[in-house]
């Protein structure tokens, strides 16, 4: 079946624009997660959604950064007013059993993003 | 806090050698233990998991790691590196805020010499 997908895969933008990023999840998943890798580092946990539950965006770094999840499938991840150090892959994933802690999770393939 | 070391942001061994990549982490409770595994231009996939039970665990290709609660390990291994294991492994660690966030290490790309 279908994986996680991400899009775009690549985005450059301008500093102080802002990006959407789309990840679409597995059908029938109901955790998503949202993370970004930077380059030599490691995934840097965003935000969790759980079916109707709010979000945990504890890793959110600041105000700047937004992400909603339309209809418990589809989430975007918006990034108002640029900065160089945004630039990074963001990843999406998702997880069948959510609501454990021990269920792995599905990873697309990630949207590199450059701020210039 | 919580937090997950990878020891070795790089590792290297020959074709056919011992492959070790090592992993801890603090946790004040048992934790649930991941490795994932990024090949070359491709997402993340689960190698992988420990949550109850056996503590060594097998995944695929021929990986497996061992949960140690006293060393507070969970330690990666094969016995015989083939050329296609080169990729980068990240070990992570959920379950130990009664949440569902999970911790990912730095990661350790790991090379095979022919």
């Known amino acids: 079946g279908a994986g996680v997908s991400q899009s775009p895969s690549n985005k450059v933008t301008e500093k102080g624009k802002d990006v959407e990023l789309r990840c679409d999840p597995i059908?029938?998943?109901?955790?998503l997660y949202w993370y970004r890798q930077s380059l030599g580092q490691g995934l840097e946990f965003l935000i969790y959604?759980?079916?109707?539950?709010?979000?945990?965006k504890s890793g959110l770094p600041s105000d700047r950064f937004s992400a909603e999840r339309t209809g418990g499938s589809v989430s975007t991840l918006t990034i108002q007013r640029t900065q160089q150090e945004d630039s990074a892959v963001y990843l999406c994933?998702?997880?069948?059993?959510?609501?454990?802690?021990?269920?792995?999770?599905?990873f697309g393939p990630g949207t590199r993003l450059t701020v210039t | 806090a919580q937090s997950v070391t990878q020891l070795g942001s790089h590792v290297s061994v020959s074709e056919g050698a011992l492959v070790l990549l090592r992993c801890n982490y603090s946790?004040?409770?048992?934790?649930?233990l991941f490795w994932y595994v990024q090949y070359p231009n491709q997402g993340l996939q689960l190698l992988l998991k420990y949550t109850t039970g056996a503590t060594l665990v097998k995944g695929i290709n021929g990986f497996e790691a061992e949960f140690k609660k006293s060393e507070t390990s969970f330690h990666l291994t094969k016995p015989s590196a083939h050329m296609s294991d080169a990729a980068e492994y990240f070990c992570a660690v959920s379950g130990f805020t009664g949440g569902f966030k999970t911790i990912f290490g730095a990661g350790t790309r790991l090379f095979v010499k022919a």
């Open positions: 946790s004040s409770v048992p934790p649930y």
């Open positions: 059908s029938g998943h109901t955790a």
């Open positions: 959604f759980q079916g109707n539950s709010a979000p945990d």
């Open positions: 994933a998702s997880s069948p059993r959510g609501g454990l802690a021990s269920s792995e999770q599905y």
